[in-house]
């Protein structure tokens, strides 16, 4: 089992900058493919970004690529959330996740895959 805490969030203009942590417990970190996902009030839980056990396998959704960048330090037992350029739409509790994983190359894209889940950080992109 693992637990996570994450990190890293708060209030900033858009353009801004934040990033995110996201800590684990235990010592088999590097069997883990990691998710990052993002949620508004009465809203669904949508992945924002993915990385597989190894680090080597990485998924964005069209609305952040090319603005946020997630990776993983197995040797931290951490995954990050590079933010930049921030828009107000951005906004929104963000959760990391952690699933098992049997591939090293293998990230997951859907939240049904993910069993261990952080208690979430606020984030607030003010216009």
């Known amino acids: 089992q693992v637990q996570l805490v994450e990190s890293g969030g708060g209030l900033v203009q858009a353009g801004g900058s934040l990033r995110l942590s996201c800590a684990a417990s235990?010592?088999?970190?590097?069997?883990?493919?990691m998710g990052w996902f993002r949620q508004l009030p009465g809203k669904e839980r949508e992945l924002v970004a993915a990385?597989?056990?190894?680090?080597?396998?990485?998924y964005y959704a069209d609305s952040v690529k090319g603005r946020f960048t997630i990776s993983k330090s197995n040797a931290k037992t951490t995954v990050y959330l590079q933010m930049n350029s921030l828009k107000p739409e951005d906004t929104a509790v963000y959760y990391c996740a952690a699933t098992s994983a049997f591939s090293a190359s293998t990230y997951y894209d859907s939240s049904q895959a993910y069993d261990y889940w952080g208690q979430g950080t606020q984030v607030t992109v003010s216009s």
């Open positions: 990385i597989s056990r190894s680090g080597g396998s990485t």
């Open positions: 235990g010592r088999t970190f590097s069997s883990y493919a």
